[in-house]
T-cell receptor, first 114, second 109 residues
Framework: EPEVTQTPSHQVTQMGQEVILRCVPI?????FYWYRQILGQKVEFLVS????????KSEIFDDQFSVERPDGSNFTLKIRSTKLEDSAMYFC????????????FGPGTRLTVT | KNQVEQSPQSLIILEGKNCTLQ??????????LRWYKQDTGRGPVSLTI?????NTKSNGRYTATLDADTKQSSLHITASQLSDSASYIC????????FGAGTILRVKS
């Protein structure tokens, strides 16, 4: 069964460094998403992406964040200058044909900022 | 403000017993409501997705209900198993997916 994959599974970085989290959505899906979950808290929407542009973003997704689909398979989340409060699990998700379709989540990347 | 509230916060039940988890929401506009199971350190896995016109939906031992008038949903788990121990998250889609904080379920033998 097709699934969303994410790399790395765990990323440790120093405050102020740039990180790129990578995702391979399910093939033929059209909508892509990033979420984050701070330890012990709820899953929070960051951004949705369709047709090579951002379709919706939350107030969390400020100028420090960017997303890109550099080729036909990868979907990336970049954090330009990490802060301690960026430490969280980051989940990528994709959905097939409509934005309110079922979303399929990846296993997540645990980002630790020291 | 778009919010999703879940109760109880946590629950412990004996293997084989049934349980019901609650979700109240104020998300508007409303497109659909989903229940997810999330194991520790893993991504959410979909259990059910319900639109405005659906009152009940089942997926094996999981049965979700939706009352769109009162903006309430429940997830009923029948004949619980040890592997049901997880966080159960309610998510409501309006123009983006808004999640509740989840109910942590522990099934013990």
């Amino acid at each position: 069964e097709p699934e969303v994959t994410q790399t790395p599974s765990h990323q440790v970085t120093q405050m102020g460094q740039e990180v790129i989290l990578r995702c391979v959505p399910i093939s033929n899906h059209l909508y892509f998403y990033w979420y984050r979950q701070i330890l012990g808290q709820k899953v929070e929407f960051l951004v949705s992406f369709y047709n090579n542009e951002i379709s919706e973003k939350s107030e969390i997704f400020d100028d420090q964040f960017s997303v890109e689909r550099p080729d036909g398979s990868n979907f990336t989340l970049k954090i330009r200058s990490t802060k301690l409060e960026d430490s969280a699990m980051y989940f990528c998700a994709s959905s097939p044909t409509r934005e309110d379709d079922e979303q399929y989540f990846g296993p997540g990347t645990r980002l630790t900022v020291t | 403000k778009n919010q999703v509230e879940q109760s109880p916060q946590s629950l412990i039940i004996l293997e084989g017993k049934n349980c019901t988890l609650q979700c109240n929401y104020t998300v508007s506009p409303f497109s659909n409501l989903r229940w997810y199971k999330q194991d520790t350190g893993r991504g959410p896995v979909s259990l059910t997705i319900m639109t405005f016109s659906e009152n009940t939906k089942s997926n094996g031992r999981y049965t979700a209900t939706l009352d769109a008038d009162t903006k309430q949903s429940s997830l009923h788990i029948t004949a619980s198993q040890l592997s049901d121990s997880a966080s159960y998250i309610c998510g409501v889609y309006g123009n983006k997916l808004v999640f509740g904080a989840g109910t942590i379920l522990r099934v013990k033998s």
